[in-house]
């Protein structure tokens, strides 16, 4: 049984469907891709996915159980982590600090008096290692690059062990060298027993890291398979691509523009249009709040 499981989610705001009957899976052991172009809906699934968003529609099932009407904190706590798009983080504080609060937050008041969990500075140091940002423990948060940013998110997300990793567009602001480290990383987590659904716009990193990609368009799941199923996927190509691979046309193609495609004939994705604003300024673990 996959670990997550969304069921014919459908999303609509007034007129807008936004996300219609989606349907797809992520395992334990795997990293899974969930891609498209800018407005398909991989956000919006997201926020379906960590409670901050209620579908029309559907349901949402995390290890067996439904947990379409749980609220954001609850999944937290059941094993839900999460990455966002905008990158939020308590800018006065040390990167140390961040991961260290992230900690606290997750075992709770309870966990504190009994002493579970880690919050200690070399627990949090551990975390940070393992990301690849140790170099940055005592600098302030609101100092720190992009891409070391995205990686502190990902610190705080692992701080509260979660079982599901859904990662936003994690390698963004990340050289060609980090993106290649973020991959062994992700694959490592994966080897652990997580489950790992990313969205993401770096198609070689998509193609070369998951196992499984699904792919939407308009809302709809157009095409699920391995990197070597979606790459040769007509609908995939015509729906990226603006043409199918049996066209008549082929000179017309713009994968003829190297400058404007990838190695994977697939374009650059950028981020989804719906992206609900920050709340507040104390995000919990994995960025549920």
């Known amino acids: 049984m996959p670990l997550l499981e969304v069921d014919h989610v459908v999303v609509q705001f007034g007129g807008v469907t936004a996300v219609d009957e989606a349907c797809f899976a992520a395992e334990a052991g795997r990293v899974t891709g969930l891609i498209g172009p800018n407005g398909a809906g991989k956000t919006t699934c997201f926020n379906v996915i960590s409670g901050l968003q209620k579908p029309t529609r559907g349901a949402v099932r995390f290890d067996g159980r439904k947990v379409t009407s749980v609220p954001v904190h609850r999944r937290s706590k059941r094993g839900m982590g999460r990455t966002f798009q905008r990158l939020e983080a308590f800018g006065s504080l040390s990167v140390r600090d961040n991961v260290r609060v992230a900690a606290d937050i997750h075992r709770g008041l309870l966990g504190a008096v009994r002493g579970l969990g880690s919050s200690s500075r070399g627990g949090v140091d551990a975390l940070l290692e393992r990301v690849g940002i140790a170099a940055y423990a005592d600098e302030r948060a609101d100092s720190i690059p992009t891409g070391t940013a995205r990686l502190l998110e990902l610190a705080r997300c692992l701080a509260g ?127 549920a709040r």
Do not use: N, W
């Not at 993401?200 to 391995?226: K, P, R, Y």
């Open 161 to 287: 062990d979660p079982q599901l990793l859904l990662l936003d567009e994690p390698s963004s602001g990340l050289d060609e060298t980090e993106t290649d480290d973020f991959g062994d990383l992700l694959r490592d987590l994966a080897a652990e027993g997580r489950a790992i659904l990313m969205v993401e716009h770096d198609m070689d990193l998509v193609m070369g890291v998951c196992d499984e990609i699904h792919v939407l368009d308009f809302g709809s799941v157009i095409a699920s398979g391995t990197p070597q199923a979606i790459r040769g996927d007509a609908a995939v190509q015509k729906a990226y691509l603006g043409y199918a691979p049996d066209d008549e046309h082929p000179a017309e193609h713009p994968a003829e523009h190297p400058a404007e495609a990838t190695r994977t004939d697939l374009p650059l994705l950028g981020d989804d249009t719906t992206v609900l604003p920050a709340v507040g300024a104390s995000p919990l673990p994995g960025g």
